[in-house]
């Protein structure tokens, strides 16, 4: 069983249009979050989910909009998507601490066109 | 403000030799701990190792080692016994509180280390 899984895999699109990433763990971790991996390979945190609560929000467009639905879930929707969109998404989950190593989705490619 | 700095861009090794890549950060947070991971080509992130700002001892995983030196703020990759398959991107991280609650972790801009026949 994947541990961490989003969907899809990968993603192209019109500039303009509306998008949305799914995640789900089954680690029972109590954290999600999302992570933007740009074309140079830099890993920046957007999101971060505990329990369901919203607890990191970078500065990230307001066009991006984190849902959890429960502690399992956090779906990332992108609206009126722009070519700087471009990247590689990971989710991720760990526990609570900053001893918690963090468990990765398998990444979700976007390409703006 | 946290950060991480991985000073290599690049780096070659010589199948089965050792190889370093290194690592330092910056925070003022007593209590803080310090990752890698791997991502190689085919994209997904590997956990390697992990090493707690208390531990007294350097955490080592097989062939990888952490040379962690907290005066120096530096918390070195060792791989021993390089492997055509160590090939990959590798990436410093480190997790600390927030004053405003919950666990942040951060990266480094990465380490492309290729290893030759």
């Known amino acids: 069983d994947t541990a961490v899984s989003q969907t899809p895999k990968y993603l192209v699109t019109q500039m303009g249009n509306d998008k949305s990433i799914k995640c789900e763990q089954n680690?029972?971790?109590?954290?999600m979050y999302w992570y933007k991996q740009d074309s140079k390979k830099f890993l920046k945190i957007m999101f971060s989910?505990?329990?369901?609560?919203?607890?990191i929000n970078e500065t990230v467009p307001n066009r991006f909009s984190p849902k959890s639905p429960d502690k399992a879930h956090l779906n990332l929707h992108i609206n009126s998507l722009e070519l700087g969109d471009s990247a590689v998404y990971f989710c991720?989950?760990?526990?609570?601490?900053?001893?918690?190593?963090?468990?990765f989705g398998s990444g979700t490619q976007l390409s703006v066109l | 403000a946290q950060k991480i700095t991985q000073t290599q861009p690049g780096m070659f090794v010589q199948e089965k030799e050792a190889v370093t890549l290194d690592c330092t950060y910056d925070t003022s947070d007593p209590s803080y701990g310090l990752f890698w991971y791997k991502q190689p080509s085919s994209g997904e992130m590997i956990f390697l190792i992990y090493q707690g700002s208390y531990d007294q001892q350097n955490a080592t995983e097989g062939r990888y080692s952490l040379n962690f030196q907290k005066a120096r703020k530096s918390a070195n990759l060792v791989i021993s016994a390089s492997q055509l398959g160590d090939s990959a991107m590798y990436f410093c991280a480190m997790r600390e509180v927030r004053n405003t609650g919950g666990f942040k972790t951060i990266f480094g801009a990465g380490t492309r280390l290729f290893v030759k026949a």
């Open positions: 989910y505990n329990n369901k609560e919203l607890i």
């Open positions: 991720a989950s760990s526990r609570t601490g900053e001893n918690e190593k963090l468990f």
């Open positions: 680690l029972g971790h109590d954290t």
